[in-house]
Nanobody
Framework: QVQLVESGGGLVQAGGSLRLSCAVS????????MAWFRQAPGKEREFVAA????????DYLDSVKGRFTISRDNAKNTVFLQMDSLNVEDTAVYYC???????????????????WGQGTQVTVSS
């Protein structure tokens, strides 16, 4: 059974930081690309960041570049999202996803990702 369990969400003031974690089990983690998506109230889920499995190449949504950093620890089957300089527009439920097993090509479309976590709420206050 594949499980992705997010943690680290919470309430933070604008300008603050949070670090999200996603613990993965049931798949060969080191062979999967990992990603973070988010869904704000009344909006569609959107891609935030991804990290490829072999070289660790990364991809970011333009609005989070320079503020968010995705990383992975293959020994712990965990992917992280360090979020700095948070603003109110970052408020959303954040989801981690796994996909593209063994592929160096990854896509941002959520339908292309295979496995999903339940999400963790991030709320940024002004």
């Amino acid at each position: 059974q594949v499980q992705l369990v997010e943690s680290g969400g919470g309430l933070v003031q604008a300008g603050g930081s949070l670090r999200l974690s996603c613990a993965v089990s049931g798949i060969t983690f080191s062979r999967y690309a990992m990603a973070w998506f988010r869904q704000a109230p009344g909006k569609e889920r959107e891609f935030v960041a991804a990290i490829e499995w072999s070289r660790g190449a990364t991809d970011y949504l333009d609005s989070v570049k320079g503020r968010f950093t995705i990383s992975r620890d293959n020994a712990k089957n965990t992917v992280f999202l360090q979020m700095d300089s948070l603003n109110v527009e970052d408020t959303a439920v954040y989801y981690c996803a796994a996909g593209f097993e063994g592929s160096i090509i990854i896509a941002r479309a959520q339908e292309d990702w295979d496995y999903w976590g339940q999400g963790t709420q991030v709320t940024v206050s002004s």
